[in-house]
């Protein structure tokens, strides 16, 4: 991989697909080094190393677009690829949607380390493995991956845009069950990513809470009965539920085949006051950020949901330009959801009757919002007090019903580097089991 | 093409090592509401080894450059990264070593190759051909607020050398047509989608457009009778699964708790080993590569550890039989290799991973199977599924419909269903007498893979959510 220059390929890239006929062109690199340690089955048992590289061309002629990718980077690759770029777009059909980014100045980031310290990502694993085993001997890891990636991303197009960014981050990933005698929890996993090893693994995201509730759940049974009630969504819950948010309501998709419920309400109040929901990529709270957007902007700090009120789709070019709608400046990654001020116990206490539920699993909400699944690794409430962890329980509810009737955000939150998220409890969910 | 002279290397790089050439090339065309979205063709293509050296793995993967010349110094580069990241592991001697002998034994010597002989189409008639179907959805279904059509088409392309000799050669494509249609009731959107296709490169998957209006015909009738549908009652029912669900049953809730990575993990499967787990009416089986004499949607050969693939029986009339290995699992539990270790793209070290998993057919008829339920749902399509360790599982239901005095009523809007899927299994009681595989399963764990599931209709009683 020597003599790897992403600022030139990228240049060269736009050049030719400029040469052979397009009328703007765009092209994005990465190179990326990943070194990774593997535990499965309580044992840490692969060492792996990858480079890889990738190199997407897009040429666009006449309002036409086509796109293609490829992971050499000699000149007869890269030559062969913008010419089968080039075809692609002569083949598409003319959408006037389809564009670049404008002129912005050049950009160069750096950020996290460059290397990774594979001794110390060692120790840091074995001590884990310690750690579970002696404070949760039932706890079986059936998977834990930490890895290193050092990534470097290039952007060029002939609007003469071009920036770069070398970013590296490790990540940790565990997944685990507990067992006692024969009887099985489900199993639950988090993880997080962060620029540096100092803080222990047990404590990435909720890990250490996640395996300690493990432990206790191997004997579960349903709630036992069918009823509407509340549910207090973890942090890694409501990372899910975000992202049913995006894709329902926020989502290029979304808007662009006018399915979004929430098409027609850019400005106006669309959830409750107590949520509020920013992207923020730059601002340093979130580790893993961005520079740029995938589609060639700077990308800027924006709140999504402002105490409830929608101020953002996230559309990226394409889907602004078809539908009028305003691009989303942060390129919608790097979210926060802002904590509350009312601490985790006492939202419990204000449960009449409800289910704190740490996984779903469900499937993907319906275009109109309708959810439902299982609450997985999940414990009844009531009357304020964690009663069991139960098993075989579905929940089901309406997403923007849910979060439009939100009765709390708690004071604590969750930091996994690419996220920053806290419980909320919501009421008006079916239960059953 | 086949990549030739991988056989001499893999000795030079340890005791036993694997060296993988792969190129996966993938092409994606999407039009929603009839504006071409997505028209894009990508390939990524590289070598791996991997190393085995005192009980723990070392692997490294690198990009192809473009040249022989230069492959061999990358081929020869990634070789001592891999061995040199077995050593770095194995110099730190960690606990809980599964194997301090050596792997077992079973190579594969196979050459499979399902290229199209046809001659090849352009993007431009392949967006053709997705501007046909989109131009008859427009015409026919007026009621749509909007419609997606996408075609995948993913070509996988391995050459594999082992130290214990193992030489094989895959060429294994998929081509992927996902509709989905979109209606709007009360104000509210109703969605439903289709997906056809499998096995082949797109000219052996499809011919003319006109052969797939009927079944657009079906999606857009089953969406209609969806938006005017109702909400099932919440609690237990007797159920009818069809195909897709009890191939996604298979795959989910079975399937993946007799992988042996998981069963060491504490899988519940650990403790069922030539037990009753499900009705004697339930057999099921991750085949490798061949189905009732045909070719199953992902065939496996060789797996990508060089083990020669064979069936394996997961459960046969309702007891446990076997689980599925890797060379590494099926050492430590004194078993044969099954030929389960797979790998998605050439940065990817294999894992245990399902093939073709399916319920064996039985001897009822689904007519009469219908007929036997006074009150209950025949639930066909799912929208996605998981299962865990304790073999509870999730389907997203998205096509159903509600049975009444033994015969089908109203649609059912979306729902999910779940259960235990070794206590579900028991109460199995009738299997249809045909099977199908479902097209464009894809598997994740940690890499995403593509995977057949299929089967018949089974009737049982399971777990239904609703809103009442």
């Keep these: 991989m020597n003599g790897f220059d992403g600022n030139r390929l990228a240049a060269t890239a736009v050049e030719k697909l400029l040469a052979i006929g397009a009328d703007k062109a765009q092209a994005s690199l990465s190179r990326t080094e990943k070194s990774e340690l593997n535990v499965d089955g309580g044992r840490m048992s692969l060492y792996r190393t990858t480079v890889n590289i990738s190199i997407a061309m897009t040429a666009f002629t006449g309002g036409r677009k086509g796109s293609v990718s490829i992971n050499r980077y000699d000149k007869a690759s890269i030559d062969s690829a913008a010419e089968e770029a080039f075809a692609l777009a002569k083949a598409a059909e003319p959408d006037a949607a389809n564009d670049i980014s404008p002129k912005q100045v050049h950009g160069s980031w750096t950020r996290g380390p460059q290397k990774p310290d594979s001794d110390a990502m060692y120790e840091s694993l074995a001590e884990f493995l310690d750690y579970s085993a002696s404070k949760y001997p039932k706890t079986k890891l059936e998977q834990c991956i930490l890895d290193f990636g050092c990534g470097e991303s290039y952007y060029a197009n002939s609007n003469d845009v071009q920036f770069n960014e070398t970013a590296g981050l490790y990540s940790f990933f565990a997944m685990f069950t507990s067992k006692d005698g024969e009887a099985s929890s489900s199993f639950n996993y988090s993880g997080a990513a962060h620029q540096s090893l100092k803080k222990a693994l047990k404590d990435w995201g909720t890990i250490d809470e996640l395996m300690r509730q493990s432990a206790e759940q191997t004997r579960v049974s349903s709630v036992g009965s069918s009823f509407e009630g509340d549910l207090i969504l973890s942090p890694d819950c409501l990372g899910d539920f975000s992202s049913f948010l995006d894709s329902v309501y926020l989502s290029d998709y979304a808007l662009i085949s006018g399915n979004s419920p929430w098409k027609d309400k850019l400005g106006k109040q669309v959830l409750s006051p107590l949520f509020s929901m920013r992207s923020e990529p730059q601002s340093g709270r979130i580790e893993a950020g961005y520079a740029y957007t995938g589609d060639g902007f700077l990308a800027k700090d924006c709140s999504l949901i402002d105490q409830g009120r929608l101020e953002y789709f996230n559309l990226g070019l394409y889907a602004s330009n078809k539908t009028g709608k305003e691009r989303c400046p942060s390129g919608g990654g790097a979210r926060i959801i802002e904590p509350g001020n009312i601490p985790l116990a006492d939202m419990i206490a204000e449960v009449k009757k409800g289910v704190l539920m740490s996984r779903f699993s469900g499937g993907n909400p319906s275009d109109n919002g309708d959810f439902s699944g299982v609450a997985k690794n999940s414990y009844l409430i009531e009357n304020g007090k964690i009663i069991r962890p139960i098993g075989e329980t579905m929940v089901a509810g309406n997403l923007a019903a849910f979060f439009s009737g939100l009765r709390a955000v708690s004071k604590e939150s969750i930091d996994y580097g690419s996220a920053i998220l806290p419980w909320v409890l919501g009421g008006g969910i079916h239960i059953s089991g | ?468």
């Design chain 2, 1 to 468: 093409m086949i990549y030739k002279g991988l056989a001499d290397w893999p000795k030079s790089f340890g005791d036993y090592a694997e060296l993988r050439f792969q190129e996966n090339t993938a092409s994606r065309l999407s039009m929603l509401n009839g504006d071409l979205i997505a028209n894009v063709k990508g390939g990524q293509s590289g070598f791996s080894v991997r190393t085995f050296k005192d009980g723990v793995w070392g692997f490294a993967s690198s990009p192809r450059p473009g040249s022989l010349e230069l492959d061999k110094s990358v081929i020869e580069e990634t070789g001592k990264k891999a061995a040199e990241n077995a050593r770095f592991l194995a110099s730190k001697k960690p606990a809980g070593i599964l194997l301090k002998s050596r792997l077992p034994s079973r190579p594969g010597i196979s050459n499979k190759s399902f290229v199209s002989q046809k001659p090849r189409k352009s993007q431009r008639e392949l967006i053709e051909f997705l501007r046909s179907l989109d131009s008859y959805c427009q015409k026919h279904y007026k009621g749509l607020s909007s419609r997606t059509i996408s075609l995948s088409c993913l070509d996988m392309e391995k050459t594999l050398a082992t130290s214990d000799g193992a030489d094989a050669y895959s060429f294994t494509p998929r081509t992927i047509l996902m509709v989905s249609f979109t209606v709007e009731e009360k104000g509210e959107p109703i969605d439903l989608y289709e997906v056809y296709g499998g096995l082949g490169q797109f000219e052996d998957v499809f011919a003319e457009p006109e052969h797939i209006f009927s079944k657009l015909d079906i999606l857009a009738d089953n969406l209609a009778r969806k938006s005017k549908g109702v909400y099932p009652k919440a609690g237990i029912h007797d159920v009818i699964l069809d195909s897709d669900l009890a191939g996604i049953l298979a795959h989910e809730a079975i399937g993946h708790t007799v992988e042996a990575d998981l069963v060491m993990g504490g899988s519940v499967a650990a403790h069922a080993m030539d037990r009753d787990v499900a009705s004697p009416l339930v057999s099921l089986v991750d085949f490798a590569h061949t189905a009732m004499g045909e070719s199953c949607p992902v065939p496996v050969w060789t797996d990508d550890e060089g083990v020669e693939a064979a069936d394996a029986v997961i459960i046969d009339k309702g007891i446990m039989k076997s689980w599925l290995h890797n060379k590494e699992s099926a050492a430590h539990f004194g078993m044969l290799p099954t030929g389960n270790a797979r790998a998605y793209s050439f940065q990817d070290e294999p894992l245990i991973r399902m093939r073709n998993t399916a319920i064996l057919p039985g001897s009822s008829k689904l007519e009469d199977m219908i007929a036997g339920i006074d009150k209950g749902y025949y639930f066909l399509r799912s929208s996605n599924g998981q299962a865990d360790s304790t073999s509870e599982f999730m389907f997203g239901i998205v096509l159903g419909f509600e049975i009444k005095g033994g015969k089908i009523g109203d649609a059912l809007r979306d729902t999910t269903i779940s259960g235990v899927a070794f206590d579900m299994l028991k109460t199995v009681s009738a299997v249809s007498d045909d099977m199908s595989w479902s097209n464009g399963g894809m598997c994740g764990k940690k890499q995403s893979i593509p995977v057949g599931m299929g089967g018949p209709a089974i009737r049982c009683k399971l777990n239904v959510g609703g809103r009442n």
